[in-house]
């Protein structure tokens, strides 16, 4: 394994985000609704007098997008639903008898509540509102809340936005943002009810809320830049490696792209036309910050070599762009998601395939999966038993507890013998 080129070396500066957070998440407890207004003002330069976008504002938000993005957002809503309605018809109930008289299962249940949370900032971004909350809705979450933080330009969540929340089938809407409205989402105010889980990507500030209120609420997943890595060979077209690169790179500066491959003539035209693209681009000076701080290039000698060097980054995004494509699939288990094959860019992913694009970084595909219907869905065992059942079953209960010492235990099952 040759680098090619590295990432530059970065500081994180993770102490004082967290008593930041810390300090938001005091405040919104404390005065909950005003701290909210506040805040708002405060970091997105917008003065509001309510939280809750009325079905009026959302009416007026069609008004001020334009048909095709509307079509598209609807053919974009109708494809996530189609996946994600296959994804929850894989969970099943389950119910059979281990032992006679002794039944054993489990109920599929639905959390009662969750708040999206749609990311601002650099882009509005209509189609995570898409990715958060249609999953939800097909799993059968009775109450969806949304929210995004609001736009200068419009003094409210960017119309595109709004217009995808209400496509999406969000209950409620709210305009808020940032750490704070995580608080909200997990303490409740007087205008934004309390949720039970809290979905959606962020920047640091809502990584980290979401992670100090991780076990008080469910969150998905604590999500960090973007990342791209991208297996090619000889065959592969630099052009297209070094457009998906950059494609993940414009996100923001600190996004990560990396390129493994088994041939240097490769390696050597992707990073010229890398370049040659940005300089194209409206945000290549965005995305060539990125790929000057966290790109890798990365030059191996096989492409088994590559699949354990991508299962050791563990991407968000992982391309796959050769001629061995079926083979390598059986080599890969962590990513989250791959795509597979030229004409397979993470755009696709990202927009209008229908799998979802909120996916664990940082390496948490390792562990975890994105995003899908059945992040929404409980797995709750059950059991249920007649006399004989029970009388089958005390004897070796009451051992195990008194093993264990916990002789109100030991007592339970013997009371159950001979029923």
């Known amino acids: 394994m040759i680098f090619i080129k590295k990432a530059a070396e970065t500081s994180a500066k993770t102490d004082s985000v967290r008593e930041d957070v810390a300090k938001i998440i005091a405040d919104v407890r404390r005065r909950g609704d005003q701290a909210l207004l506040e805040l708002t003002g405060r970091y997105d330069g917008v003065a509001l007098s309510d939280l809750r976008v009325s079905p009026a ?119 808020m943002g940032g750490a704070q409205a995580v608080a909200a989402y997990a303490c409740g105010t007087v205008s934004v009810p309390q949720v039970d889980m809290i979905v959606g990507p962020g920047n640091a500030y809502v990584t980290e809320a979401k992670r100090q209120f991780s076990g008080m609420v469910g969150i998905d997943i604590l999500a960090g830049p973007s990342e791209v890595l991208i297996i090619a060979d000889k065959d592969a077209d630099p052009a297209l490696v070094a457009s998906d690169l950059l494609a993940q790179c414009e996100h923001d500066p600190t996004a990560r792209g990396i390129l493994v491959t088994d041939s240097s003539k490769l390696a050597e035209q992707a990073l010229e036309s890398i370049y040659i693209e940005a300089g194209s681009l409206e945000t290549g000076q965005v995305a060539l910050k990125a790929w000057e701080d966290n790109g890798q290039v990365i030059l191996v000698d096989s492409l088994t070599e590559a699949a354990a060097i991508s299962d050791r980054f563990a991407p968000e995004h992982l391309v796959l762009q050769t001629m061995k494509n079926d083979e390598l699939i059986n080599k890969l288990h962590n990513y989250g998601s791959l795509f597979i094959g030229e004409n397979a860019p993470v755009a696709f992913g990202d927009y209008i395939s229908g799998t979802n694009h909120i996916l664990p970084t940082m390496g948490c595909s390792r562990f975890s999966s994105g995003v899908w219907a059945g992040v929404f869905v409980k797995v709750a065992s ?26 109100a235990h030991q007592r339970s099952a013997d009371k159950r013998r001979g029923r």
């Not at 249609?134 to 009775?142: E, N, S």
């Not at 929210?147 to 089938?169: D, N, R, T, Y």
């Open 57 to 175: 504002e959302v009416k007026k938000a069609y008004s001020r997008v334009d048909e095709k993005t509307i079509e598209y957002l609807q053919l974009a809503a109708d494809r996530i639903k189609s996946f994600a309605e296959k994804q929850i018809d894989c969970l099943l109930p389950l119910e059979y008898e281990s032992s006679p008289g002794v039944v054993l299962g489990h109920r599929l249940i639905p959390v009662s509540s969750c708040g999206a949370y749609v990311p601002g900032g650099r882009y509005p971004l209509p189609s995570s509102a898409l990715m958060s909350i249609i999953p939800a809705r097909v799993a059968g979450v009775k109450r969806v809340a949304a929210c995004s933080p609001p736009a200068k330009a419009f003094a409210g969540i960017h119309p595109a936005v709004l217009v995808a929340m209400e496509i999406a089938g969000a209950d409620e809407i709210y305009c």
């Open 382 to 407: 059950f059991q249920r038993l007649t006399g004989e059942g029970a009388a089958g079953l005390a004897e070796a209960c009451s051992h195990l507890a008194g093993i264990e010492g916990l002789q």
